[in-house]
């Protein structure tokens, strides 16, 4: 008798995506000028804002993404239980 794991393809494409999904991130974050604003106005708002990074501009960007971070799993239709078949050219 044989014991395993079954892991489908579905699952290894979500897990490498996932990956490269934190590794962009990570890059996005220590590399990058919005990624340095956004890490400054997190830490210390009023020192961000003596240092000239426009807050509004920051906020926007956040919530922006906030947003879309927030609509990805309802467009993948968490693995198809979400959306039916009917919906199919949106997600």
């Known amino acids: 008798m044989s014991v395993g794991v079954l892991i489908s393809k579905f699952d290894l494409f979500a897990a490498t995506v996932a990956a490269?999904?934190?590794?962009?991130?990570?890059?996005?974050?220590?590399?990058?000028?919005?990624?340095?604003?956004?890490?400054?106005?997190?830490?210390?708002?009023?020192?961000?804002?003596?240092?000239?990074?426009?807050?509004?501009?920051t906020w926007v960007i956040v919530w922006s993404a906030a947003g879309f971070v927030a609509l990805s799993p309802a467009c993948s239709g968490v693995r198809g239980r979400v959306c039916s078949s009917r919906c199919h050219w949106w997600c």
């Open 20 to 57: 490269t999904m934190v590794g962009l991130l990570i890059g996005f974050f220590q590399y990058t000028r919005a990624g340095l604003s956004f890490r400054a106005v997190a830490d210390d708002q009023f020192s961000a804002l003596a240092v000239g990074l426009r807050l509004s501009r």
